[in-house]
């Protein structure tokens, strides 16, 4: 663990509450935290803590993750997180005077440090691609609103492989192994909240969001990856996919207040195929005969097609209408 990682635990300690008992924790010299009940979690060797108590198996395992990231480092996703960079930078510059006129100061604080949480963070590219396009200088239209501001990120997944790989690829980002279901933080703690082509957990983002915080999330389209739809699922119902049901729990849950369509193509050779097959949830439960087919037939070009959506909370108005 490096003193940068320690550095990082023991300025963000303050953010989490045991997720056992819900109380305070604090840094038991470098190799755990602990609340005052004595429930004690690790702080890896490698730098980040585990709040899982029982470790049980996920599907994502390390394997689809180190897939994944090979994938992310092709540049697949890169115009989908620069569309996210740009639709953060420009609520963030918009400064409070967005179509409804709420205020966005939680934001505006420019000496603060704005939290950014990935809710899923899986092996930890976006996040951390994220954060750089924002520091860019390129991004000038907002960077005024950046500069004196430091973004603090953290990134949560249950998969600890995914957590692993994170922590060893990224620095300078808070990187903790905990469930969304039931997250290990204090109320109210993130300005911002990602939570992209993870399921959502939208009671414990109200819950630790702050009052002016944003969600974004990121959700596929229909056309995404539909080149390996087609080969897996020609002729059943799961060649369709419609992503309405998402959207509609997002909007009964946060006021959207932006949202944004990217669309692509891109190249890919027959090894950056086979990871790709291996890391989407669209290969599960396809049969290994039928994977090695696909990846033999060949396929040169997917389709990314994605949805970002960002919203305020809806609690806004509870407090309001009081
Ligand atoms: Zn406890």
Excluded at 14 to 39: E, F, T, W, Y
Excluded at 139 to 158: F, K, M, P, R, S
Excluded at 293 to 305: D, P, W
């Amino acid at each position: 663990m490096t003193e940068q990682d320690k550095l990082i635990i023991s300025e963000n300690i303050a953010m989490l509450k045991c997720p056992v008992c819900g109380d305070r924790m604090s840094v038991q010299g470098n190799k755990s935290i602990v609340c005052l009940n004595n429930h004690c979690f690790d702080i890896a060797k490698k730098g980040y803590v585990n709040l899982l108590q029982n470790h049980g198996n996920s599907k994502y395992d390390k394997k689809l993750f180190q897939s994944r990231n090979i994938i992310s480092q092709t540049g697949f996703f890169d115009p989908l997180i620069e569309a996210v960079v740009q639709m953060m930078g420009k609520i963030i510059s918009d400064n409070g005077s967005i179509s409804d006129n709420r205020s966005i100061s939680a934001l505006d604080l420019k000496t603060k440090s704005i939290k950014i949480l990935d809710a899923g963070c899986g092996e930890g590219f976006h996040l951390a691609r994220i954060i750089n396009g924002l520091n860019d200088q390129e991004h000038q239209e907002y960077q005024e609103y950046l500069e004196t501001a430091h973004l603090l990120g953290v990134g949560i997944d249950i998969s600890k492989g995914g957590i692993q790989i994170a922590a060893k690829n990224y620095q300078d980002i808070f990187w903790l192994v905990a469930d969304l279901a039931k997250t290990p933080f204090m109320d109210q703690q993130f300005d911002v909240i990602l939570n992209i082509l993870s399921p959502a957990n939208y009671g414990e983002f109200k819950r630790i969001i702050g009052d002016e915080g944003i969600l974004i999330k990121v959700v596929p389209d229909s056309d995404y990856l539909k080149e390996l739809r087609t080969a897996f699922y020609q002729e059943t119902d799961k060649e369709l996919y419609s992503n309405k049901m998402v959207l509609d729990l997002f909007s009964k849950n946060f006021h959207i207040i932006d949202t944004q369509k990217v669309n692509y193509e891109f190249k890919l050779n027959s090894e950056e195929l086979h990871h790709l097959i291996k890391m989407t949830p669209l290969s599960w439960g396809v049969s290994e005969e039928k994977m090695q087919e696909v990846s033999e037939i060949g396929i040169n070009r997917v389709t990314g097609a994605f949805t970002i959506i960002a919203g305020m909370p809806k609690k806004l108005d509870f407090k309001k209408n009081r």
